[in-house]
């Protein structure tokens, strides 16, 4: 059974970059059927998707965060990072990560979700 654990600060000041790292169990990073997203949603909004990592290493960004967001791995500890630079006040969330199909690759659709930390941010 995959399981997917997210880490990393609840609080980012304005102006810095917000990290998260996914640390996956039961499935590969590399290997999987499946595509590694971050998807987050801010308070009373909806869900937004905010990239995706292939098997293969590719990444992919939705236009609106583009400039701003990077997703990498670490392979020997089947984990992928969310940098999210120059954080705003509309930057706070529940931030996920997600393993899902090929189909979902573009959207919030996923079969397995992390927990989601609240990201707060605050001078």
């Known amino acids: 059974q995959v399981q997917l654990q997210e880490s990393g600060p609840g609080l980012v000041k304005p102006s810095q970059t917000l990290s998260l790292t996914c640390t996956v169990s039961g499935d590969s990073i590399t290997t999987s059927n499946y595509y590694w997203k971050w998807i987050r949603q801010p308070p009373g909004k909806g869900l937004e998707w905010m990239g995706a990592?292939?098997?293969?290493?590719?990444?992919y960004y939705p236009p609106s965060l583009k400039s701003r967001t990077s997703i990498s791995r670490d392979t020997t500890k089947n984990q992928f990072t969310l940098q999210l630079s120059s954080v705003t006040p509309e930057d706070p969330a529940v931030y996920y990560c997600?393993?899902?199909?090929?189909?979902?690759?573009?959207?919030?659709?996923?079969?397995?979700w992390g927990r989601g930390p609240q990201v707060t941010v605050s001078s």
């Open positions: 990592i292939a098997t293969s290493g590719s990444t």
């Open positions: 997600v393993r899902g199909s090929a189909l979902a690759l573009f959207n919030t659709a996923g079969h397995s």
